[in-house]
């Protein structure tokens, strides 16, 4: 009887995550998901309490899991960024090894609910990260210049990821972006600093 209950609380999952990355949230319809997860409709809620609780049940695990990464990265990060990035990417696709459609729901399919604001958050958590190594004492400008770069490169992160490649093509592009954004960066910036001070 328990595996039964684990195999249909299962199909609803996997019903509800096909219509949320079809449609979104605003866009998912209860019905439809359980008419695909083979259950009366009434038999979903005894499972998900409607499609915010079925929403939650999909993505909270990601939404959660995401933060405590970034306070890892934190502990471990040293003042190369490119090296930081490289890091905030591995663990990314670690997670999204894991979670996958999950991380996209969050990141494009939550418009109005608790969750719509996970991109937002991200973005400045490792914009938090980055700036700490490239900056000692960021100006004005610096914090403005760091934020447009973290959340070019997390914006391009995640188009890649949205892509659908393979993990090696993933990789492979991820890392050209590490090199475009990140290599050498604190070099960079400082040789245009003084540049621009002459």
């Known amino acids: 009887m328990q595996y039964k209950k684990k195999e249909i609380s299962e199909r609803i999952l996997q019903a509800g995550r096909k219509e949320y990355v079809e449609k979104g949230y605003r866009g998912g319809n209860i019905s439809t998901i359980a008419e695909q997860a083979g259950v009366p409709v009434g038999n979903l809620y005894r499972y998900y309490d409607g499609k915010m609780g079925l929403l939650t049940a999909i993505v909270r695990p990601a939404y959660t899991r995401i933060p405590k990464l970034i306070d890892e990265l934190f502990n471990v990060a040293d003042r190369d960024a490119g ?23 969050l990141a494009d399919k939550c418009a109005s609910t608790r969750y ?70 604190d070099k960079r910036i400082h040789e245009n600093r003084e540049a621009s001070d002459e």
């Open 83 to 105: 090296k930081s990035a490289r890091l905030v990417t591995e663990r990314l696709l670690g997670i999204f090894d894991e979670y996958g459609e999950d991380i996209l729901i």
């Open 116 to 185: 719509e604001d996970f991109f937002d958050k991200l973005v400045e958590q490792c914009y938090n990260l980055t700036l700490g190594n490239l900056f000692e004492h960021p100006s004005e400008n610096d914090t403005f210049f760091c934020r447009m770069v973290v959340r070019s490169f997390m914006t391009s992160v995640f188009d890649v990821l949205r892509r659908g490649l393979g993990r090696e093509d993933t990789e492979t592009m991820i890392e050209r972006l590490l090199l475009f954004y990140f290599a050498d960066i």
